[in-house]
C-alpha cells in the first residue's frame, strides 16, 4: 500500500514564497516519478511540476514556470515544491502524485497514487 501525505499549505499574500512537501510511505520511492498538480474550484486538475527518477528530467508548468522548484530526496522518501512569488491564481488544492514509471508524464490519470491534497490560498 502506497501513501501519499501532503503538508505545507496555508494561506499566504501575494509575492510570499512557500514549500510544499509529500511524504511517500510503502512502495518503492527510487522507482517513481513524482509530480506535483494543483486544481481549483470549478476547474480540471493541472500539472505544476513533476521530477525524474534520480532527479532526472524536471518539466514545469507554463503557469509557474520561473516561479516553482520541485525536488526530491530519495534517502527521505520525500518530494518537495517551493513556490516563490506566489499569485493569487495560484489558489487551488495542490495534490502530490507518484507513477512507477521511467517516463515523465504530465497527465494525471496516469499517476496511480495521488495525496490528499494540500489548501494553498494567496490572497491579493
Known amino acids: 500500500q502506497v501513501r501519499l501525505v501532503e503538508s505545507g499549505g496555508g494561506l499566504v499574500q501575494a509575492g510570499d514564497s512557500l514549500r510544499l512537501s509529500c511524504a511517500v510511505y510503502g512502495g518503492t520511492f527510487n522507482l517513481y516519478i513524482m509530480a506535483w498538480f494543483r486544481q481549483a474550484p470549478g476547474k480540471e486538475r493541472e500539472f505544476v511540476a513533476a521530477i525524474g527518477r534520480n532527479g532526472n528530467g524536471i518539466y514545469y508548468g507554463d503557469s509557474v514556470k520561473g516561479r516553482v522548484i520541485i525536488s526530491r530526496d530519495d534517502a527521505t522518501n520525500t518530494v518537495a515544491l517551493q513556490m516563490a512569488n506566489l499569485k493569487p491564481e495560484d489558489t487551488s488544492v495542490y495534490y502530490c502524485?507518484?507513477?512507477?514509471?521511467?517516463?515523465?508524464?504530465?497527465?494525471?490519470?496516469?499517476?496511480?497514487?495521488w495525496g490528499q491534497g494540500t489548501q494553498v490560498t494567496v490572497s491579493s
Open positions: 502524485a507518484a507513477r512507477r514509471s521511467s517516463t515523465v508524464t504530465i497527465t494525471p490519470p496516469l499517476y496511480e497514487y
